[in-house]
């Protein structure tokens, strides 16, 4: 390509909010042959809304809340959200650390208490009246993190992100070009595979602690080249690791340094668009 085709087609992106860092990443674009997916942010709208509570609500959503005033987490916004909605008490904790990819613990009155999901518990915690409950909840995509005091859990929380209403279409046409669609989620496998349906994601690889994701990367280029769409939350050494990174314009600074491509809308059709771009640059001066 010549460098004026380079800037032609970078230029046209840029109009349309899709920001290509130089000519080498559009050039980089033709090749994709994998496209890997975050969810939360990405696929998702990323604001997670409390819907259900199994057990005592103000005591549940008000320890978790106290417990999760220190957490930057989507999941924690929801929680504390909620609380001020419903106007509920919110103890005061110490010692509070975040566990990755699992959830956050800290010291309530004395006694050591969490919220996270099931990588924090023993199988033998969860009884089967309450496991029948949490696959319920799993298979209609919501995901599910319990809360527990002292040795005892006290409840569970399920939480609910929507896909943008985009998502759908942005994946078929990559389908439609023939490429594969990949979801990489530290989320639970029935709700990653339950939203994953609802957009027509091929496949999905999920409970992915955040220091694994650029390993999961690294194995998909094994057969061809991927791009990596993130929004940075956990996934910044992912966007780097791929051939081509594509970050959310609404994600941290680490994703626009990370990225190659910055998608400015948000929105998932752009992936698409950047292809089209990438394919009239390459073809046209052949
Ligand atoms: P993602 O890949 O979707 O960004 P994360 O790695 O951030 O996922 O989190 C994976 C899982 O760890 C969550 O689905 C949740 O079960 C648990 N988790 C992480 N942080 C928190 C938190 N602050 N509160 C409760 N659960 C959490
Ligand atoms: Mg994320």
Redesign the pocket.
């Known amino acids: 390509a010549t460098p004026t085709a380079l800037m032609v087609g970078t230029g046209r992106g840029a109009k349309m909010g899709i920001l290509i860092k130089n000519g080498e990443v559009l050039e980089e674009v033709n090749d994709i042959q994998t496209v890997v997916f ?3 942010g990405t696929i998702t709208v990323g604001k997670p809304k409390v819907t259900d509570v199994i057990g005592d609500q103000a005591k549940i959503i008000g320890l978790a809340a106290g417990l ?1 005033t220190s ?1 930057e ?1 989507p ?2 916004t929801a929680i504390l959200d909620q609380a001020q909605a419903l106007e509920i008490n919110v103890p005061q904790v110490t010692n509070f650390k ?1 566990l990755e ?4 613990e800290a010291v309530v009155n004395g006694q050591r208490a969490f ?3 099931q990588r924090l518990l023993t199988d033998s915690e969860i009884n089967s009246q309450l496991k029948a409950e949490i696959t319920r909840l799993q298979n209609e995509a919501k ?1 599910v ?1 319990f809360v527990g005091l002292g040795n005892e859990i006290i409840g569970l929380i399920a939480i609910q992100d929507t896909p943008k209403t985009t998502s759908k279409e942005a994946i078929a046409a990559l389908k439609a070009r023939g490429l594969k669609t990949v979801m990489l ?4 496998q029935h709700v990653a595979q339950a939203i994953a349906d609802q957009v027509g994601i091929d496949e999905v690889i999920a409970d ?3 220091s694994d994701k650029a390993a999961h990367v690294a194995e998909l280029k094994a057969h061809g080249k991927v791009a990596f769409v993130g929004d940075g ?3 910044a050494p992912a966007l780097t690791a791929a051939d081509v990174g594509i970050a959310m314009g609404s994600g941290t600074d680490i994703a626009i340094e990370s990225g190659g491509i910055i998608l400015v809308k948000n929105d998932l059709r752009d992936v698409d668009l950047a292809l089209a771009l990438s394919k009239k640059t390459f073809n046209r001066i052949r």
């Open positions: 975050d969810k939360t999760e957490s987490h999941l924690a975040a990819g699992r959830g956050v919220v996270g999901n995901t993190v989620t530290g989320d639970n992915v602690l955040p939350i956990n996934d």
